[in-house]
């Protein structure tokens, strides 16, 4: 603790980042951080921007990377997104910040900092492009965990040629999640092609009886073939499962 507080008085850490490294969070105006989560879970923390102002969702990001070397916002609009690029771009200049704009996620790195690798793939499958939002924050999220991604897009069961056509790649991954609204079907024909783990990931698409992904979550937990379900639109908690298979493979795969 000496050395760390010697450290701060110097200039060479932050109070922020002293904080993290005794609390596990870090408290800004905005609220409190949980730097320590990657550590203790595996799971990167992320952002929600939802309920939170711009300049809030900038002050947590800015926290993140002092404290992490890294700041994962979700669901961010374009006056969120463009917050956090200036405010970084004011403290900490350098950062990589790059927005996946249709998936509503923004990711920024340090300079210093090392993304981890895996060596595991997660495929991320869409039924169609409606999915593509959970389905892209899923993606995002096992990337930022180290995985390998491949993505497969628009090959929902209107047409099942088009989901065999990519039966090979589908097999080749060391997980799946499966993204899918209206009726949910896709996940269950998936999982009964690949002998891989299956993630199903409902999506709030659609109309009608049990529309906005009611129905969609209901057929992929009454599903007869073996597969896990997330809530719906939650493409942070399937890409965050993903990546924690796709950590335990890697570690098996060294040992």
Do not use: W
Not at 29 to 45: I, L
Not at 97 to 121: C, I, K, M, N, Y
Not at 200 to 212: C, D, F, K, T
Request: some cysteine.
């Amino acid at each position: 603790m000496r050395k760390l507080l010697e450290a701060v008085a110097e200039g060479e850490v932050s109070i922020a980042e002293a904080e993290a490294k005794l609390s596990g969070y870090a408290t800004s105006e905005a609220g409190r951080f949980d730097a320590a989560r990657e550590t203790r879970r595996g799971v990167p923390e992320a952002i929600l921007c939802d309920g939170k102002t711009p300049d809030e969702v900038a002050t947590l990001a800015a926290t993140a990377v002092e404290t992490t070397g890294r700041a994962l916002v979700t669901r961010a609009d374009d006056e969120q997104a463009d917050a956090v690029r200036e405010r970084l771009a004011d403290i900490q200049p350098g950062s990589d910040v790059r927005t996946h704009q249709r998936a509503g996620v923004l990711v920024a790195h340090a300079t210093a900092f090392d993304p981890p690798e895996l060596d595991a793939t997660v495929g991320v499958v869409s039924a169609g492009t409606s999915d593509a939002i959970p389905a892209g924050e899923a993606a995002v999220v096992a990337g930022e965990m180290g995985a390998r991604v491949e993505e497969v897009h628009d090959v929902g069961v209107a047409s099942l040629v088009r989901v065999l056509d990519e039966v090979d790649a589908l097999r080749a991954a060391d997980v799946l999640v499966v993204a899918a609204g209206r009726e949910g079907a896709l996940p269950t024909v998936v999982a009964g092609l690949v002998n891989t783990p299956v993630i199903g990931l409902p999506v709030s698409n659609g109309y009608g009886h049990a529309g906005e992904g009611e129905a969609a979550l209901a057929g992929m937990l009454q599903s007869c073939t073996v597969l896990s379900v997330v809530n719906i639109d939650a493409g942070f908690v399937a890409g965050a499962q993903a990546g924690l298979i796709a950590r335990a493979i890697d570690s098996a795969k060294t040992e």
